[in-house]
C-alpha cells in the first residue's frame, strides 16, 4: 500500500487553517493538485459529512478524517504535520498529525484497510515521535507508506492493546446466531443495539442505534465477503462492545458484493479516545483471513462465536 501515500502527499509544518474545515478542504486541494483527486470540493464534503458524524480527532494529537467518495478512483492518503495544532474533537487537545484517507466509493473496504493499518502504528510512540522528527516530506511518506505496509516503527509496547476479551467486550450474551433480525440494516441495527440492552452494557440501546444509524448513513459499513461493521462513539455505553450476529438470511449493509450475513455492531464510550479503532483494527486483520469468516458461518454455539470474535480482538 505504500503508493497510496508519496512525497508529493505530505504537508510539513504547515499552516492549513484555524479549524477542521478548513484543514481538510486544504488537504483535499492537495489530494488534487497531486492528481489523485478528481474533484477536491467532493472529496472535502464527503470527509466532512463522515466528520459531522463523529469526530475523527484521536488521543496524542492525532486525526484521521476520512470518506468514501466519487471524487477519487484509487486509494489515497495525505498527510500533514501541522505548525498549529487544530480541534479535531479528541478530549485531551487538537491535533498536529492529521491524515485524509479517500477512498473510491465503490472501493470495497479499501478504506478500512487503510484505517486499520495506520492505527496499529498510530498507538506506538515510537511511530508517532518519528513523523514529529522527520526532516523532509520523503522521510515521512516512508515512514506512512511502511505503516499502510505493516511494517512497524518499533515493537507495540505491552500496554498499548485494545481491551482484552476477558474485560467482556464481547460475551456469548451479546452474539445471536442464525437469526431473521429483519429486512434491512436499520432494523439489524436496531436489534442488535437492543441486544446491549438486554446484555446489560447499554443504558440506551435507542442511542446506540440511533448514533450507530448516522454513522452508516456517512458511508455504508458494508464489505466484500459477506461482512459489515456498523460501528459508532456513542453516549450511550460506558465501555466498549461488539454485538455479533450471523443473520440467515442475509441484509444488504451496502457492499459492492452482495449483501451481508455476519454482522459486528461496535459500539464504544463518546469520550473513549481511540478504543474504537483500536477494535476496527484488530477485527478488521482477522475478517481478511477467509478461514476466520469461515469459522465464525460454522460455529455451534455462541459461546464458540464470543471465543472467536474475542480471539480477533486479542
Given at each position: ?10 504537508l ?28 477536491a470540493?467532493r ?46 474533537g479528541?478530549k ?212 464458540e ?10
Open positions: 500500500m505504500a503508493d497510496v501515500t508519496t512525497a508529493e502527499l505530505v510539513l509544518d504547515a499552516d492549513l487553517g484555524a479549524d477542521k474545515d478548513a484543514v481538510i478542504h486544504a488537504l483535499a486541494d492537495h489530494l488534487a493538485a497531486a492528481g489523485r483527486a478528481s474533484d470540493d472529496v472535502a464534503t464527503d470527509a466532512l459529512a463522515r466528520e459531522a458524524t463523529s469526530a475523527t480527532g484521536l488521543q496524542g494529537g492525532l486525526a484521521i478524517p476520512h470518506c468514501r467518495t466519487t471524487g477519487v478512483t484509487e486509494p489515497a492518503l495525505v498527510f500533514a504535520r501541522l505548525a498549529d495544532p487544530v480541534d479535531f479528541a485531551d487537545g487538537p491535533a498536529d498529525l492529521v491524515f485524509l484517507i479517500a477512498a473510491p466509493e465503490g472501493g470495497g473496504d479499501a478504506h478500512l484497510q487503510l484505517l486499520s493499518r495506520l492505527a496499529q502504528s498510530l498507538v506506538r510512540p515510537a511511530f508517532t515521535d518519528a513523523l514529529r522528527a522527520a526532516v523532509g516530506a520523503e522521510e515521512a511518506a516512508r515512514l506512512v507508506g511502511a505503516a499502510l505496509d505493516g511494517q512497524p516503527t518499533a515493537p507495540p509496547p505491552p500496554a498499548v492493546p485494545p481491551p482484552a476479551p476477558e474485560q467482556g467486550v464481547v460475551t456469548g450474551a451479546l452474539v445471536t446466531l442464525d437469526a431473521d433480525l429483519g429486512a434491512d440494516k436499520q432494523t439489524v441495527v436496531r436489534a442488535l443495539a437492543a441486544r446491549l440492552g438486554t446484555a446489560g452494557r447499554s443504558t440506551d440501546p435507542d442511542r446506540v442505534a440511533a448514533d450507530a444509524l448516522t454513522r452508516e448513513a456517512a458511508g455504508a459499513t458494508g464489505l466484500s465477503g459477506g461482512l459489515a461493521l456498523p460501528h459508532c462513539r456513542t453516549a450511550a455505553v460506558s465501555e466498549p462492545t461488539v454485538a455479533f450476529a450471523r443473520l440467515r438470511p442475509p441484509v444488504d449493509f451496502g457492499a459492492k458484493d452482495g449483501p451481508a450475513d455476519l454482522v459486528f455492531l461496535i459500539a464504544a464510550p463518546a469520550d473513549g479516545g481511540h478504543v474504537h479503532l483500536q477494535l476496527l483494527a484488530k477485527l478488521a486483520q482477522s475478517l481478511v483471513r477467509p478461514e476466520y469468516a469461515a469459522a465464525l458461518r460454522s460455529a455451534s454455539s455462541e459461546q462465536a464470543a471465543g472467536l470474535v474475542a480471539a480477533a480482538l486479542r
